[in-house]
């Protein structure tokens, strides 16, 4: 019996007016990734279904489990829409089983199938009841459940149900602005985004020598396991170095990590310009750290007027850090190599900063040029997914 994998749309299918969009954007995403495998990827307005090979099964299901906009995905086996088909292939399939309850849930999507989804239910129970010896129906609690979806040409007959990571296909909405760092939000954050259907742009700021190389290839390694979620992303790396000097050299202590974050949002905003995003995402969480109060990113975020989103502000450290070993992005974030936002913290940083203090500093170097200059130089690393990228990275 040829088998199929079965795919289920989640949140997709409430989105009546863009449903076509977004099946067509999930069906390109899925074939982008599966493109190394030797598979048939078909569709139709309720189900995805992919034919591939038996030996390629396990690495085609992590990459299903990572991409967004599957609500759940079956192992099915295919056969023709015939009710005496259906039947021998369920008792097939079921004999192989050890079960002592079992229910059989029939899903009739072709209406024109001579026996309706109650009545198959009765016809698939008994068939079974009748050939497999000390077995009885538990239509609350079954060990096996079997369940059938019957549709025109082809029937689809299945035991297992696994659970897709749901969201909106990555795609769906334009490009978004990832900060990342080297630590454990911004990469939480990041993913969040892509499973609203946003496509993620990576900048990383670097103020080499006080920050090392390790720290960059730590920040490629993060950006590769977001990579897996979606596709190749490219990774901006900003050189922050004159710009933080400057800082340091000329403004009040407690005022430079304020300053530094608005000279990061000024080139956050003009790389957005240049790259077509539409928003800046970063891992910032609220009463974090003394930037992140309220009050700091109200002081931080005039100096632009595009959204922000921060997808962990409400969190926990705990949450975030859950999600974090969840994708694996965890235990590269705790490796400890230097941020250039950890190499000049001041000792009382300024928890209630007024935005007309923060002018007055940074009006004491030219920014302006020293911004433009930021983003002209900027160094773009293509970050790739290679196939199988999952097991050598834990080797
Ligand atoms: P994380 O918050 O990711 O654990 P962190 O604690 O080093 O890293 P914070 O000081 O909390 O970073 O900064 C808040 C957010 O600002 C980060 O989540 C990230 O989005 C952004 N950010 C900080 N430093 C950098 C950097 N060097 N490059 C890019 N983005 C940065
Ligand atoms: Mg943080």
């Known amino acids: 019996m040829d088998k199929v994998i079965l795919i289920k749309y989640g949140e997709l299918s409430t989105k009546k007016g863009n449903l076509n969009f977004f099946i067509k954007t999930l069906f390109n995403n899925l074939k982008n990734k599966l493109r190394d495998y030797d598979v048939l990827i078909s569709k139709d307005r309720a189900r995805m279904y992919i ?19 599957i609500h759940m995905y079956h192992i099915a086996n295919i056969v023709d829409t015939d009710l005496e088909t259906i039947k021998s292939s369920v008792l097939e399939i079921v004999k192989n089983e050890k079960f002592s309850t ?32 000390n077995i009885k129906v538990d239509v609350r609690n079954p060990e096996l459940l079997v369940q059938v979806e019957i549709r025109e040409k082809h029937s689809y007959i299945y035991l297992n149900s696994y659970k897709g990571i749901g969201g909106y296909p990555v795609g769906t909405q334009p490009r978004g602005m990832l900060m ?12 969040l985004a892509m499973k609203r259907g946003v496509k993620l742009d990576c900048v990383y700021f670097e103020a080499i020598p006080h920050t090392s190389l390790e720290a960059r290839n730590k920040v490629v390694d993060l950006c590769r396991k977001l990579a897996e979620y979606t596709d190749n992303i490219n990774l ?35 790389l957005s310009k240049k790259y077509k995003g ?43 850090m859950e999600i974090a070993r969840k994708l694996g992005t965890y235990e590269i974030s705790i490796l ?60």
């Open 336 to 395: 400890p190599f230097e941020d250039c936002c950890t190499v000049f913290v001041p000792k009382h940083p300024v928890i209630n900063p007024t935005i007309e203090t923060s002018i007055e500093e940074e009006n004491k170097f030219d920014y302006m040029s020293m911004i433009d200059e930021a983003v002209k130089t900027i160094n773009t690393i293509k970050v790739k997914v290679e196939k199988n990228s999952e097991y050598s990275d834990l080797l």
């Open 180 to 191: 990342l760092s080297g630590g454990i939000d911004s990469p939480v954050a990041g993913y």
């Open 236 to 270: 901006h790396v900003v050189n922050f170095t004159p710009i933080q000097e400057e800082i340091y050299k000329n403004c009040r202590e407690d005022y430079c990590i304020t300053i530094m974050r608005r000279m990061m949002y000024r080139i956050m905003e003009k």
């Open 278 to 320: 539409y928003a800046i995402v970063n891992g910032e969480s609220i009463g974090q750290v003394a930037s992140q109060t309220l009050t700091s990113m109200n002081v931080i975020n005039s100096v632009t007027n595009m959204p922000v989103i921060r997808p962990v502000a409400c969190l926990d450290k705990l949450e975030i």
């Open 51 to 69: 034919e591939f090979k038996d030996s390629e099964l396990e690495d085609i299901k992590n990459i299903i489990d990572k991409t967004f906009g």
């Open 102 to 133: 079992f229910k059989v849930e029939t899903k009739r999507s072709d209406k024109t199938f001579e026996v309706h989804s109650q009545d198959m239910n009765h016809v698939l129970g008994g068939v079974i009841l009748r050939n497999i010896p």
